[in-house]
T-cell receptor, first 110, second 115 residues
């Protein structure tokens, strides 16, 4: 079963625009992570936010976490064509395994 | 420092056969996790190995089994293949203890097709 659910399922934007994708989860977590996947290949870790953090930045990425609402958002600013990929949130659910959502497919056109 | 590698890249098998997928973890990592990703879905956790011991298992039948070797590389074995086993199989390594989730480093995956 999948813990996280990303929203929207698909997002199309122009280069230079910001992209926001959201993730909801069901159980208590120790941390939440975001990953990117290009063309059905391996996943690349983007950012990890711990349950006691509310916001974290990494380059053009900004992640927020609201544990009371069991939700997180990933903001990519000034999007580029190279950002075209699928984005997944993953939680630990208090256990030892990452539990992924179905992902958001982002398409950035020039 | 070498990244996570997986072999083979692609594999075609027929129903009922057995398959072995291999993964070399990133240098210094002692934990390996395996995931199955069906088309259009997120990765599903199969199992994790920490220092050669199974350290957690997802909702997969016993015909999915694994090993971790002293050098922390790992194998995923699937017996009696079914059509629904067709998927991308991802290996991820991390440096961790027996509890807690750390940043995971994924290999490029093995695309398995079962005919």
């Amino acid at each position: 079963s999948q813990q996280g659910e990303e929203d929207p399922q698909a997002l199309s934007i122009q280069e230079g625009e910001n992209a926001t994708m959201n993730c909801s989860y069901k159980t208590s977590i120790n941390n939440l992570q975001w990953y990117r996947q290009n063309s059905g290949r391996g996943l690349v870790h983007l950012i990890l936010i711990r349950s006691n953090e509310r916001e974290k930045h990494s380059g053009r990425l900004r992640v927020t976490l609201d544990t009371s609402k069991k939700s997180s958002s990933l903001l990519i600013t000034a999007s580029r064509a190279a950002d075209t990929a699928s984005y997944f949130c993953a939680t630990d659910g208090g256990g030892t395994a990452l539990i992924f959502g179905k992902g958001t497919t982002l398409s950035v056109s020039s | 420092e070498t990244g996570v590698t997986q072999s083979p890249t692609h594999l075609i098998k027929t129903r009922g056969q057995q398959v072995t997928l291999r993964c070399s973890s990133q240098s210094g990592h002692n934990t390996v996790s395996w995931y199955q990703q069906a088309l259009g879905q997120g990765p599903q956790f199969i199992f994790q190995y920490y220092r050669e011991e199974e350290n957690g298992r997802g909702n997969f039948p016993p015909r999915f089994s694994g090993l971790q070797f002293p050098n922390y590389s790992s194998e995923l074995n699937v017996n009696a293949l079914e059509l629904d086993d067709s998927a991308l199989y991802l290996c991820a390594s991390s440096l961790g203890t027996s509890g807690g989730i750390h940043e995971q480093f994924f290999g490029p995956g093995t695309r398995l097709t079962v005919l």
